[in-house]
């Protein structure tokens, strides 16, 4: 028996963020990076809550990986106010914020809206949320059905300023969202057709809206793809992509989305049993989406072949690293560190739903592919 949900009221589309305006907020919680306020880009949410005329506070001290110490401040700013109403704006890092400060204000009624401003995470419509926790050099992924937000809005104005490099990370997170999605344990028909429509897109779109980031109309789409990405992993869950991009940025620093991306052809490698004998479900499932992608050959195995040469193409026009050095991280570091980024990775929520069960020496091996690039 499968099960598909979609709790979330999802408002899109040019200036959709007026929409904020109709809400019937009396007490809200604005939860945000120190850059939203600082470019005035804030006032998109409170203009729109002055004049509604309500009592609001903002909670700006959101931080990339946020730790358990920012979600702690938030948590006391909230408990402080009693909001009826949290309103997540930016990427990520500020939904994942605001929905465990919700989660933990269990014991009050609050509505949470979501409004992105990055085209990557689909945080605003999951059960999803990722925490660092800087004492173990980690990262948890927490899941509960109460973080799933209640309205998303998804306002492509918002993304127009987001720098390429940007673009090409975040754009790089909702096909690892699709893909991983799709071969999950946990797929469904309905989580299927989200991924399979969302990935046509970002793939045909995300050069265009990285080489031209004025361009509205494509903005949009990939905007929209983001959400629908978010949707389809919301119901069947992820992968071991996921799970090593975790670990690997719980310990580096390193950009979710850029991590994703160097990991994806390597875990769809290991997936697909590519370069063993035997065929495994999850190729025949690679090589379903990768025609859909019009990438196709007289084999599954052949396709799938060419679903990850494509792939890595799009990462080199993406200008997305390949080695470990080329991000940035000494060498040995990282080498000194993969035992224990694959513990990490193993026990990780993603790695659950993944098509095939992995050893921690499996997950070490995908993380030595790094240093080569190969």
Known sequence: MNKFSMKTEIISGNNSISELSNMPIKNALVVCDPFMVKSGKISAVTDALDKLDVKYDIFSEVVPDPSIDVVSGGLFKGI?????TIIAL??????????????????????????PSTSGTG??????????????????????????????????????????T?????????????????????????????????????????????????????????????????????GASLGICHSLAHALGGR????????????????????????GSEETEALHRYAQIARVLNISSYTDRSTVNLLI????RLTDQLSIPKTIAQLGI??????????????????????VTNPVVPTQEDLENIYLKLVKGS
């Open 330 to 351: 000494d060498e040995n570091e990282y080498k000194s560190a993969v035992p224990d980024m694959a513990k990490a990775a193993l026990k990780d929520r993603c790695t």
């Open 309 to 312: 040469g494509n792939l890595k």
């Open 252 to 275: 580096f620093h390193k950009a979710h989305g850029r991590l994703n991306a160097m990991l994806l052809p390597y875990v769809i490698q290991y997936n697909s049993g590519i370069d």
């Open 90 to 115: 930016g990427g990520g890092s500020a939904m994942d914020t605001a929905k465990v400060i919700k989660h933990l204000m269990d014991n009050i009624e609050i509505k949470l809206i979501c409004i």
């Open 80 to 84: 402080s106010l009693k909001p009826d």
């Open 123 to 164: 945080s605003e419509v999951t059960s999803f949320a990722v925490i660092s926790d800087p004492s173990v050099n980690g990262k948890y992924a927490l899941v509960d059905e109460d973080m799933i937000p209640d309205i998303a809005i998804l306002d492509p104005s918002l993304t127009m300023s987001v720098p390429a």
């Open 166 to 234: 940007i673009t090409a990370d975040t754009g790089m997170d909702v096909i690892t969202h699709d893909l991983e999605a799709y071969v999950s344990l946990n797929s469904t028909s309905f989580t299927d057709a989200l991924a399979e429509k969302s990935i046509r897109v970002v793939w045909n779109e995300l050069p265009k809206v990285v080489k031209n980031g004025n361009d509205v109309e494509a903005r949009k789409v990939v905007h929209d793809a983001s959400c629908m990405a978010g949707m389809a992993f919301s």
